[in-house]
């Protein structure tokens, strides 16, 4: 399975972004998937998270609200729109794909296939 994001770049305060995952190699339905932020000096957070087929999502809960995940397994493809972002939103993000029933807990062990990254900066 090989993931690459896209939809990264510079915006200001207030301002949305939306990401996309795709799957380059094996179809992305019988994956659940995940998004992944490092932000510069601190540790990789799990952001969101889909289910493969039902639609089921999870999310960073100080994020709530703000990010929405989705998913179209017609175009193999996973989005996370980011709204209202704030500076502390910079940094890179990932995607990340796994079968395991602990999908919904975005922690890294949980998933196996990551994406090279895309970089999104928040800055006035």
């Known amino acids: 399975l090989q993931l690459v994001e896209s939809g990264g770049g510079s915006v200001r305060p207030g301002e949305s972004l939306t990401l996309s995952c795709v799957s380059t190699g094996s179809r992305l339905d019988s994956y659940n998937i995940g998004w992944f932020r490092r932000a510069p000096g601190k540790e990789r957070e799990g952001v969101a998270a889909i289910h493969s087929s039902n639609g089921g999502t999870y999310y960073l809960e100080r994020l709530r609200g703000k990010f929405t995940i989705s998913r179209d397994n017609a175009k193999n493809t996973v989005y996370l729109q980011m709204e209202k972002l704030e500076p502390e939103g910079t940094g890179i993000y990932y995607c990340?794909?796994?079968?395991?029933?602990?999908?919904?807990?975005?922690?890294?062990?949980?998933?196996?296939?990551w994406g090279q990254g895309t970089q999104v900066t928040v800055s006035s």
């Open positions: 990340a794909a796994t079968r395991s029933i602990s999908w919904y807990q975005i922690q890294d062990y949980v998933y196996g296939d």
